[in-house]
């Protein structure tokens, strides 16, 4: 199966949170997609509850199930806690950095930056999403690009403070992935011990 490319509300609404950002209609219709959405009450399993979490996770970051499963086996061979390394890898992805330094509004539309060339990672392009960006590496706007409509209008648009663990410079339209972050640090609500524990049955 791909990557999931419908509607992003109905998305929402199964986990009841918004995953990809503010959402009217989530706020109008907090309860589960379908016809009996309203009415659906059922616990879930112990099961049910860690299926949950990974794929909230996977579709907060956009990853395909394949990928996201690469992404745990490498956070297991790595030293420290599996959940934390897990989380970190998946915010150290170039679309997920790109996102954070506030150049896209969203991870698709920072996906789609990345896909179209605009973006250097330390002065050369990169148009692969998944890179994974080391402490220490320079994500910029392409020179030619930096004057692109897109990119000007979401640097006008007010936004939320930038992460701790990235610095970012408007003026430049360039900034530096300045260290792994914290796992209390990253602002999505994932039970990381769940996605480790579905993967371990």
């Not at 990557?3 to 209609?25: A, M, N, Q, V």
């Not at 409509?149 to 936004?159: H, K, M, S």
Request: charge should be positive.
């Amino acid at each position: 199966m791909g990557r999931y490319t419908g509607p992003k509300t109905k998305i929402s609404r199964r986990f009841g949170e918004p995953l990809y950002g503010p959402d009217k209609t989530l706020e109008r219709r907090n309860f589960p997609p379908g016809m009996h959405g309203g009415n659906r009450r059922r616990k879930l399993s112990e099961y049910g509850t860690q299926l949950k979490e990974k794929q909230k996770a996977k579709f907060i970051y956009g990853m395909r199930e394949g990928q996201f499963r690469r992404f745990f086996e490498k956070a297991r061979a790595m030293q420290g806690n599996t959940g934390d390394n897990l989380m970190r890898l998946c915010e150290s992805r170039l679309d997920n950095v790109v996102f954070r330094m506030g150049l896209a509004p969203t991870r698709p539309a920072a996906r789609q930056l990345v896909s179209h060339r605009h973006i250097e990672v330390n002065g050369k392009i990169c148009n692969i999403p998944s890179y994974i960006v080391r402490p220490g590496e320079t994500i910029a706007v392409r020179e030619r690009d930096k004057d692109m409509r897109a990119v000007v209008d979401i640097l006008e648009t007010p936004r939320q403070a930038a992460c701790a663990w990235v610095e970012f410079d408007k003026n430049t339209k360039s900034g530096t992935f300045a260290r792994l972050p914290e796992t209390e640090e990253i602002p999505e609500t994932v039970d990381e011990q769940a996605i480790v524990e579905f993967y371990s049955r």
